[in-house]
Every structure is written in structure tokens, then in C-alpha cells.
């Protein structure tokens, strides 16, 4: 095939996806992977020093995360076209990497001939998001999104703690914490701790 190659980037802790991946990208014609990363501080590493094309990023890197990368490159490359490719269908999730800069969000279970697809779009600079995923946020547009303090204080629910141990925790009052909490309750549709433990986690506003 005539013309430069498409280059890529893959960016998983797994080693074995990175290869699964690379090898679906290299049978390619127009396409070649010129570089493999398995942390975010790798990534963010080899993104500078080969400038792929487009890169595609899981979001659990084990040592940082795939948005810590993501927000990092695109600081310093605007242009940088970057594929969220993970497992995660939590509406925070998809929602915090396309607001950190991610082309679009798609999930390890696609067909590889959509993973072809979708990369050869991204560099043409065509960003579609798959219908599940707009599904996914159309729902979470339809109601209020939990601000930073109230995730904060539905992460040391999950935890265990109590109100008082919340207020020490988070340098406020108690009765802020009960706030916080009833306000919690009231977006996620839940009327105890437990559930909206539950419901922050599928969400993925939360990880355990």
C-alpha cells in the first residue's frame, strides 16, 4: 500500500494484550505498531520519543492510570490521537476520559476488524463514539453527577469509615459529611451506605 504507514501505539499492563493487539495491527497494510508501554509513565515516555499516530490506551495501568497518561500527552501534544481500549463501561469512566482528551472510548470485546476501523478513523480525525458507549452517557447526562467532594466521601464509605472518621479524614465538620452523604444518596437513587457503594461502583465513580 502506497504512502506512510499508519503508526500506533499500545499502552496495557497486560503483556499479552500488547501482543494480541500488535499482532492484529501489523497484519495491517497501512499499519504498524512502533511502540509498547505498560505504565503511564512509560507511555508518556515513548509517547515523546515516537510521536505515533494514534495510541490506544487501557485505563488500569497498575503504577498510575491510563488517564494520568492521557492528560499528561495531551498537555504537551494537542494533537496527540489517543483511543481509550479497556474493559470498564462505567459512566464516570467514559465520561473522565473523553473530558481528559481520549478520540473516543471502546471496549476490549469489539471485533478486531472494529478495532481496524476505528484506528483508521481516528487518524483521519473522524472520532465517532460506538452507540453502547453514547448509550451510556446519554444515562448519565439524565442526572447529576456526584461533585469531587461527594466522590471523595463515597470512597471512605466504601472504605468502611464512619461520618466522624470521614470529617477527620477530609479536614470538615461532620455534619458537611451527612451532607454530602444525603446529596450522594439522592443522585445515585439509593437510600443506604451499601447501595450506594453498589451503584458508585458500577458506575465507576468509584473502584474498590
Known amino acids: 500500500m502506497k504512502g506512510p504507514r499508519i503508526t500506533v501505539m499500545c499502552v496495557?499492563?497486560?503483556?499479552?494484550?500488547?501482543?494480541?493487539i500488535a499482532q492484529i495491527i501489523n497484519l495491517q497494510p497501512d499499519m504498524t505498531v512502533v511502540a509498547s508501554a505498560a505504565t503511564a509513565e512509560e507511555a508518556i515516555r515513548l509517547f515523546d520519543q515516537h510521536r505515533p499516530d494514534v495510541t490506544l490506551m487501557d485505563l488500569q495501568l497498575g503504577a498510575g492510570s491510563g488517564l494520568?497518561?492521557?492528560?499528561?500527552?495531551?498537555?504537551?501534544h494537542h494533537t496527540a490521537r489517543i483511543v481509550v481500549l479497556t474493559m470498564?463501561?462505567?459512566?464516570?469512566d467514559i465520561f473522565r476520559a473523553l473530558q481528559s482528551g481520549a478520540a473516543t472510548y471502546i471496549l476490549k470485546d469489539m471485533l478486531s476488524k472494529?478495532?481496524?476501523?476505528?484506528?483508521?478513523?481516528?487518524h483521519r480525525?473522524?472520532?465517532?463514539?460506538?452507540?453502547?458507549?453514547?448509550?451510556?452517557?446519554?444515562?448519565?447526562?439524565?442526572?447529576?453527577g456526584l461533585t469531587k467532594r461527594e466522590t471523595e466521601?463515597?470512597?471512605l464509605v466504601a472504605e468502611g469509615k464512619r461520618n466522624k472518621e470521614i470529617a477527620d479524614a477530609m479536614g470538615i465538620h461532620e455534619w458537611t459529611?451527612?451532607?454530602?452523604?444525603?446529596?450522594?444518596?439522592?443522585k445515585l437513587g439509593v437510600r443506604d451506605r451499601t447501595a450506594?457503594?453498589?451503584?458508585?461502583?458500577?458506575?465507576g465513580i468509584i473502584k474498590i
Open 12 to 20: 496495557d499492563d497486560h503483556s499479552m494484550v500488547r501482543e494480541g
Open 68 to 76: 494520568d497518561a492521557i492528560e499528561a500527552i495531551r498537555a504537551k
Open 88 to 92: 470498564y463501561r462505567g459512566e464516570e
Open 114 to 122: 472494529d478495532l481496524i476501523r476505528v484506528v483508521r478513523d481516528v
Open 125 to 144: 480525525g473522524v472520532a465517532r463514539i460506538p452507540e453502547p458507549i453514547a448509550a451510556v452517557l446519554a444515562e448519565r447526562d439524565s442526572h447529576s
Open 153 to 155: 466521601v463515597l470512597r
Open 177 to 186: 459529611v451527612h451532607s454530602h452523604i444525603r446529596s450522594t444518596f439522592a
Open 196 to 203: 450506594a457503594v453498589a451503584v458508585g461502583v458500577r458506575r
